[in-house]
């Protein structure tokens, strides 16, 4: 009867044991894959290592903080607003949040409707939510300004990398390992747009939704021409290496193109620019000479329309001036 209950205990103890084992590895691996997913487990060894967390780390799935600002979020919720701004975010490359962003424009334009209405005249001072208008648009001036300038340096490194994928490909590896290989072998943008399309590949999205997701985190021409390119061969075959060889062809000789319309319009540019700060420099001039010629724009109510009028004018003239030498390609 003892050596049963013995038996009975070691048994228990053993099951006990092994679902304790089983749980914690289970718990890990379920660790490692939302780590995996979320961009944590990158991040913490970069952490370690002693390099921030760059583009490349951005996780597959982003969780949004709904701890903080949730008045702002429920308002851009009812505009349609998060999703976009949430976007433009992303393309730019930056680890901010939505409620961040917004923020940041509410405190600048606060901050410069105060100033505007102490400095002001009394006449004017309704008109201090202009500078405030200005100084609280730099945030997202300064989000479109990051994502123009890290979709150009993607765009540059595309075609080599199209080369690269093509090269892989007659090498006999497959298309998705040559995927993976980029993120290797290529720096940032491309190489962190393209692990982020490997690895959701890689957790068992089909490569077409993979693909279409790369082509709207990155909204450029050439993006869609290769997604295009890479359905359209998947779907009816063909040699996929020459299509990219020849694809990348393409680009470069739009990036040739490009550069020529550039140096054509660079005069007009040029000129825009001395044009508008023509006026600048005539002003600073005339105070320094004829200060009372020039305090009439600011004491005088009439004066202060005339200058209001020409500074609004002149704003008009180079945009005007802008888009013209503005040459889409």
């Not at 718990?27 to 967390?53: C, E, F, P, V, Y």
């Not at 390992?177 to 393209?194: C, D, I, K, N, T």
């Not at 001395?274 to 005539?282: D, E, K, Q, T, Y």
């Not at 002003?283 to 600011?298: E, K, P, Q, S």
């Amino acid at each position: 009867m003892n050596f049963v209950i013995i038996f009975l205990l070691f048994w228990a103890m053993a099951v006990g044991g092994y679902m304790i084992v089983r749980r914690s590895f289970q718990s890990a691996d379920a660790d490692k894959i939302r780590a995996r997913l979320l961009g944590t487990q990158r991040n913490s060894k970069s952490r370690k290592s002693g390099s921030g967390a760059g583009p490349g780390n951005a996780p597959l799935l982003s969780e949004e903080d709904t701890s903080r600002g949730k008045v702002v979020l429920s308002l851009l919720r009812r505009f349609d607003l998060q999703t976009k701004l949430k976007t433009l975010i992303e393309q730019a490359g930056l680890k901010w949040n939505v409620a961040r962003l917004v923020h940041m424009c509410l405190a600048m334009f606060l901050g410069a409707y105060s100033i505007g209405w102490l400095l002001l005249p009394a006449k004017f001072q309704l008109l201090a939510f202009i500078p405030g208008l200005i100084v609280g648009l730099l945030p997202i001036l300064y989000v479109l300004r990051k994502r123009s300038a890290r979709l150009w340096k993607f765009e540059s490194q595309f075609p080599e990398s199209l080369e690269f994928i093509a090269r892989s490909m007659r090498a006999g590896h497959a298309f998705s390992v040559s995927l993976e290989m980029l993120h290797r072998e290529f720096q940032e943008p491309l190489s962190g747009e393209f692990r982020r399309a490997f690895e959701e590949h890689n957790l068992g999205l089909p490569l077409d939704t993979a693909l279409q997701k790369l082509a709207k985190r990155v909204p450029l021409l050439d993006v869609h021409f290769f997604v295009s390119a890479v359905l359209l061969q998947k779907r009816t075959g063909g040699n996929l290496a020459e299509i990219l060889d020849k694809l990348a062809t393409v680009i470069r000789e739009r990036f040739k193109l490009r550069g020529k319309i550039r140096a054509i319009s660079a005069h007009g540019k040029i000129t825009g620019t001395a044009l508008s700060m023509i006026p600048v420099g005539v002003g600073a001039m005339m105070f320094l000479v004829n200060r009372d010629y020039v305090t009439f724009f600011i004491t005088d109510e009439v004066g202060n329309y005339m200058a209001m009028a020409a500074l609004g004018l002149q704003v008009l003239g180079f945009l005007t001036i802008k888009k013209i030498v503005a040459i889409e390609l």
